[in-house]
C-alpha cells in the first residue's frame, strides 16, 4: 500500500482524535478513583465527606460566621458605632498597634471551630484557619516582614501540648513565604484573663512580656497573629513590648472577635 500525503493527513486526524478520547477516558477514570480514595470526613462536623482539594464541607463554611465590614479600626471586629471604633473597644484603652484584622465572630460555628481547635486538640482545623487568615491579609492588603505570635507560658504549652497561634504562625508564613519568629516570651504564668476585669486584667499582663530576637524586631513591621480578641489586654502589653523593642509597624491578626 502506498501512503500518499491525503491518506497520511487521514491517519493523523484518526489517531490525534482516538489519542484526545483515550485521554479525556483516563482521566475522567482517574478522577472517579481520585474521588473515591482520596476523600475524608470534614474536620468540623466529622459527618460530611469532602474531596482531598477541600477544607470543610459546604454545610459548614456556608454556617460561619464572619466578621462583615465596616471595620473596627482597633480590633478588626465589626463597627456598631458611627465613629472609628466599635462600642466595646470605646470603652476599652487605646490600642498599641497600627493595624488590626479579625476573621470571625465568636458565634455560632465559628465559635466551635476556635474552641474545638484552641481547646480539644482538634489541630487539623489550623489548615482552614490559616486559609481564612491568608484571604484576610490579601483582601486587606495587609504589608508585613516578620509573623509572630501571642507565646504561651511553657506550663500551659506543655499542658495543651501546642500553641494554637504559633501553628497559625507557621502555617501562614508557608503561605506567604515570609518568616515567622519568636519575638516574644511570657516571663510569668497567667490564669485565664476572662473572667477578671480590665484593671486586673493590666496589672496581671504589666510585666509578663519580654522581647527575644531584638536584632529581628528593630524598624520592622511585624504581624502579630492570636486567637480570639477579648479585650485586647493581652495584645495590647504585646505590641507595647515589641514598640519598645523598636518595631516600626504592628498589625494584629485573630481568628475570632468575641
Ligand atoms: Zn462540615
Ligand atoms: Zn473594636
Not at 480539644?120 to 509572630?148: H, M, N
Amino acid at each position: 500500500m502506498i501512503l500518499n500525503k491525503s491518506s497520511f493527513n487521514f491517519f493523523s486526524r484518526k489517531f490525534t482524535a482516538v489519542f484526545f478520547y483515550c485521554r479525556n477516558l483516563t482521566a475522567k477514570f482517574l478522577n472517579i478513583i481520585f474521588s473515591h480514595f482520596f476523600t475524608y470526613t470534614c474536620p468540623l462536623c466529622k459527618q460530611n465527606t469532602i474531596h482531598s482539594t477541600e477544607l470543610l464541607c459546604e454545610e459548614c463554611i456556608s454556617e460561619l460566621d464572619f466578621i462583615a465590614a465596616p471595620y473596627c479600626k482597633s480590633c478588626g471586629g465589626s463597627n456598631d458605632t458611627i465613629f472609628e471604633f466599635c462600642s466595646q473597644c470605646l470603652k476599652e484603652e487605646k490600642q498599641t498597634w497600627d493595624k488590626a484584622f479579625s476573621i470571625f465572630n465568636m458565634k455560632n460555628l465559628s465559635r466551635d471551630l476556635i474552641i474545638k481547635y484552641k481547646y480539644y486538640g482538634d489541630i487539623a482545623l489550623v489548615k482552614p484557619l490559616t486559609k481564612y487568615c491568608f484571604q484576610k491579609i490579601r483582601e486587606s492588603g495587609i504589608e508585613f516582614d516578620i509573623i509572630t505570635y501571642v507565646p504561651l507560658h511553657w506550663i500551659k504549652y506543655v499542658k495543651r501540648g501546642y500553641n494554637q497561634s504559633l501553628l497559625v504562625s507557621n502555617f501562614l508564613s508557608k503561605e506567604t513565604s515570609i518568616p515567622c519568629k519568636k519575638l516574644l516570651k511570657r516571663t510569668k504564668f497567667t490564669k485565664s484573663q476572662t473572667k477578671l476585669s480590665n484593671v486586673q486584667r493590666r496589672k496581671n499582663l504589666k510585666t509578663v512580656f519580654k522581647t527575644v530576637n531584638i536584632p529581628a524586631i528593630k524598624n520592622q513591621r511585624i504581624l502579630l497573629v492570636d486567637d480570639v480578641y477579648t479585650t485586647g489586654s493581652t495584645l495590647r502589653a504585646c505590641a507595647k513590648t515589641l514598640r519598645k523593642s523598636g518595631a516600626k509597624e504592628i498589625s494584629i491578626l485573630t481568628l475570632a472577635r468575641r
